[in-house]
């Protein structure tokens, strides 16, 4: 597999947009691997960690994955891609260097849940995903069956945006896990998340009450997209917050935090923390992570997400609302 040996290249870059790059504007995550890197260690730790999660909005916990078991992932999922055709065969797969002006064709969310190695990663209930949330929940864990597998070509990522508006239809003391499944450093673009974010809420009270399958009944005879062809929605259910990173930085206040990611590394997050990610400056590699939910199994889920073949977006999960 292709690594990069620079640890940071010249410029960070989000959306297009050249990121400030002081020691006021850009930082580490913090990172809790002396909390330990097996479930028993972080289980003797867990105070600490809520600790943690409840200060910075997230906790990073380099190698706590098995490195093999996400290797093993990893060159699962870029065999599924190369018969796709997405990536290049005549290639090492686990490279992943893309064939040029190919598309997938196929949902990702059916690649993710035919991936049985990807599946046990995240999913196995004696495994140290499954058991790191049992210890932090305190109990027995569901997940939702739907898996959101990121394959980001070159170019922009994902714009800055808090998970709540996009699952909150269950309980909202949800956890995101993001698993890059491969070295990612900046250059391939990794996550960034906005420090202290999670607690301005009297910045994102308007945007975090929304949902974004919510449908302006009033307007179009509550069609799910008007005349225009535009979604019928209200103006904040977009789900993105903004492109300018800068701009939000500088309203928000803290810093965008980041770091070069390896296989086996686990970042968890919560629902209302702000978090983008930069772009994939290489010129032929796909950068490769996943998103997965957790919950307290005693507590309602998000329907969206739940069941074999989940409803998730789309008018078939709209919401009428008054706008």
């Known amino acids: 597999m292709i690594t990069t040996t620079d640890p940071r290249p010249p410029t960070l870059i989000s959306r297009g947009q050249v990121l400030e790059d002081t020691p006021g504007t850009i930082g580490e995550l913090r990172r809790s691997d002396d ?19 409840d200060e910075d909005g997230y906790l990073f916990l380099p190698g706590y994955l098995l490195r093999d078991e996400v290797l093993a992932a990893r060159h699962q999922l870029c065999s599924q891609l190369a018969e796709h055709g997405l990536i290049r065969s005549d290639h090492p797969v686990d490279d992943a260097i893309l064939v040029p002006g190919a ?28 058991r790191f ?5 305190g109990e027995e864990v569901r997940h939702f069956d739907f898996t959101w597998l990121r394959l980001v ?7 800055s945006h808090c ?14 896990s993001w698993t890059p ?10 996550l960034i998340v906005l420090e202290g974010s999670h607690r301005q809420h009297d ?52 810093r965008w935090l980041t770091t070069d990611y390896r296989a086996g590394d686990l970042l968890v997050f919560n629902m209302v923390l702000v978090h983008a990610s ?13 998103d997965s939910r957790y919950q307290r199994a005693s507590e309602p889920a998000d329907e969206r997400w739940i069941g074999i073949d989940p409803p998730a977006h789309g008018p078939q999960s709209a919401r009428p609302v008054i706008c």
């Not at 491969?182 to 990794?190: A, Q, V, Y």
């Not at 930069?278 to 996943?290: G, T």
Request: charged share 25%; net charge negative.
């Open 35 to 53: 909390l330990g890197t097996t479930p028993a260690a972080i289980a003797r730790n867990i105070a600490t960690a809520h600790e943690r999660l």
């Open 163 to 176: 998970d709540l508006v996009f699952m909150g239809r269950g309980t909202h003391q949800l956890c995101t």
């Open 278 to 290: 930069l772009d994939n400056q290489s010129a032929d590699r796909l950068r490769l992570s996943s």
């Open 181 to 190: 499944l491969g070295d990612i450093d900046r250059h391939l673009g990794g």
């Open 103 to 130: 598309t997938l064709g196929v949902k990702s969310s059916d690649i993710a849940r035919d991936n049985r190695a990807l599946q046990h990663l995240l999913y196995a209930t004696d495994g140290p995903m499954i």
């Open 203 to 254: 910045l994102t009270g308007d945007y975090l009450a929304t949902d974004v399958d919510t449908v302006c009944e009033n307007r179009h005879d509550g069609a799910w997209t008007g005349p225009d062809g535009l979604r019928n929605r209200p103006e904040l259910a977009t789900g993105a917050i903004t492109d300018d990173h800068i701009g939000l930085r500088q309203k928000f206040g803290g």
């Open 153 to 159: 070509k070159p170019g922009m990522g994902t714009a």
């Open 133 to 137: 949330y049992r210890a932090l929940f």
